[in-house]
């Protein structure tokens, strides 16, 4: 069974780096791509960044700031974010788009909450 689990988030002051980690355990055929999700409460879950085929996407409100990286032979993920502000404050969730077994399914991981705050 794919399971995928965050680490790296904590409590940060504005202008602090923090780097999220995504280890991603089972047998994985393919990996189509691996993104980086963030949710706060009362709003809808927004895309930070992404890899697919076509190349590395990043949200406009993270540009410049946060770079996602991967290792598909290690099954890991990373967000490295750089001049966090408070509104950077979210749980950041790990997704992957996987082959398991011929069949290609959305996983997610359970969340890290980041905080930005002085």
């Known amino acids: 069974q794919v399971q995928l689990v965050e680490s790296g988030g904590g409590l940060v002051q504005p202008g602090g780096s923090l780097r999220l980690s995504c280890a991603a355990s089972?047998?994985?055929?393919?990996?189509?791509?691996v993104c980086w999700y963030r949710q706060t409460p009362g709003k809808q879950r927004e895309l930070v960044a992404r890899?697919?085929?076509?190349?590395?996407y990043y949200a406009d409100f993270v540009k410049g700031r946060f770079i996602i990286t991967s290792d598909n032979e290690k099954k890991m993920m990373w967000l490295q974010m750089n001049n966090l502000k408070p509104e950077d404050t979210a749980v950041y969730y790990c997704?992957?788009?996987?082959?398991?077994?011929?069949?290609?399914?959305?996983?997610w991981g359970e969340g890290t909450l980041v905080s930005v705050s002085a």
């Open positions: 997704n992957e788009g996987l082959v398991v077994g011929g069949f290609q399914k959305d996983y």
């Open positions: 890899i697919n085929r076509a190349g590395t």
């Open positions: 089972g047998s994985i055929d393919i990996i189509n791509y």
